[in-house]
């Protein structure tokens, strides 16, 4: 069994920084690409930043140097430095990541629980 275990969220002035963590524990084998999306209330899940194996990151326009998106492959992690909030940036921040178990020949799909994030006026 696979879990996305989130942290990080919180309440943030705007213009603060937060920076989130999204750990994958399992019988894991490898991970491709790890990612987060969020959700602000009454919108659809967008995404916001993804990183393959090797490094190569993609930035949703809107967030373009102000997050960062990195990960930790001995670890299993994924990190999302956030900086310059905005208030149009409240929203559920969601881990994503295509995990293969050990044991399988494919990559299956997987969300975290979410974590919170408001940017406060």
């Known amino acids: 069994q696979v879990q996305l275990v989130e942290s990080g969220g919180g309440l943030v002035q705007r213009g603060g920084s937060l920076r989130l963590s999204c750990a994958a524990s399992?019988?894991?084998?490898?991970?491709?690409?790890m990612g987060w999306y969020r959700q602000a209330p009454g919108k659809q899940r967008e995404l916001v930043a993804v990183?393959?194996?090797?490094?190569?990151?993609t930035l949703a326009d809107s967030v373009k140097g102000r997050f960062t998106i990195s990960r930790d492959n001995a670890e299993n992690t994924v990190y999302l430095q956030m900086s310059s909030l905005r208030s149009e940036d409240t929203a559920i921040y969601y881990c994503n990541a295509n995990i293969r178990l050990a044991r399988d020949v494919s990559y299956v799909n997987y969300w975290g629980q979410g974590t919170q994030v408001t940017v406060s006026s």
């Open positions: 990183i393959n194996w090797g490094g190569i990151t």
């Open positions: 399992g019988n894991i084998a490898s991970i491709s690409a």
